[in-house]
T-cell receptor, first 116, second 114 residues
């Protein structure tokens, strides 16, 4: 079974530029998450989708970050304009819907963003 | 809100030594608990999990027991190998809220020397 795919793997941009990340979850997984992992810290949730609906975006900086999941499959995360503090690894994860307590989230390899 | 606290690293051990990485949590509901591992150059992957009090999760020689009374989920291994060198993350999800997103600790880097 193919895992969670993400692209690009690395991105370097200047501050105030825009950038977009793409995620393709495991086939059949209804729930998709975007996490931000700053160097030396654990991942922090940005947004959670259930199919193509948003379940939780309370920690998404909505003035600069946006995300969508069209047709309930692929997802894109966009930053516009980027700030220096956005330098981080952006992780996408997916899980089956309603599989009970302790359902496993499967993570992609991440996109490492450096904002100069 | 929910939070996870784990011991700071790096933890440096010799091969075949005993490993303990401490993890404590704060949760508003009745969480499920996880250990994820990140090997060099690889993505996060689930190591083990436990969904209710006194459950023991185990995998690849690692174990952790869900202790509700002490709100802890310490990771242990009896004899570490060089290949266990990685960053270990303790995490929880609060299924009762319906959100199920993971709350992670800050990670503990383990270095095992031959």
């Amino acid at each position: 079974e193919a895992g969670v795919a993400q692209s690009p793997r690395y991105k370097i941009i200047e501050k105030r530029q825009s950038v977009a990340f793409w995620c393709n979850p495991i086939s059949g997984h209804a729930t998709l998450y975007w996490y931000q992992q700053i160097l030396g810290q654990g991942p922090k949730l940005l947004i959670q989708f259930q199919n193509n609906g948003v379940v939780d975006d309370s920690q998404l900086p909505k003035d600069r970050f946006s995300a969508e999941r069209l047709k309930g499959v692929d997802s894109t995360l966009k930053i516009q304009p980027a700030k220096l503090e956005d330098s981080a690894v952006y992780l996408c994860a997916s899980s089956l819907e309603a599989s009970g307590r302790g359902e496993t989230q499967y993570f992609g390899p991440g996109t490492r963003l450096l904002v100069l | 809100g929910n939070s996870v606290t784990q011991m700071e690293g790096p933890v440096t051990l010799s091969e075949e030594a005993f490993l303990t990485i401490n993890c404590t949590y704060t949760a508003t509901g009745y969480p499920s608990l996880f250990w994820y591992v990140q090997y060099p150059g690889e993505g996060l992957q689930l190591l083990l999990k436990a969904t209710k009090a006194d459950d023991k999760g185990s995998n690849k020689g690692f174990e952790a027991t869900y202790r509700k009374e002490t709100t802890s989920f310490h990771l242990e291994k009896g004899s570490v190998q060089v290949s266990d060198s990685a960053v270990y993350f303790c995490a929880l999800s609060d299924f009762g809220t319906g959100r199920r997103a993971l709350t992670f600790g800050s990670g503990t880097r383990l270095q095992v020397q031959p």
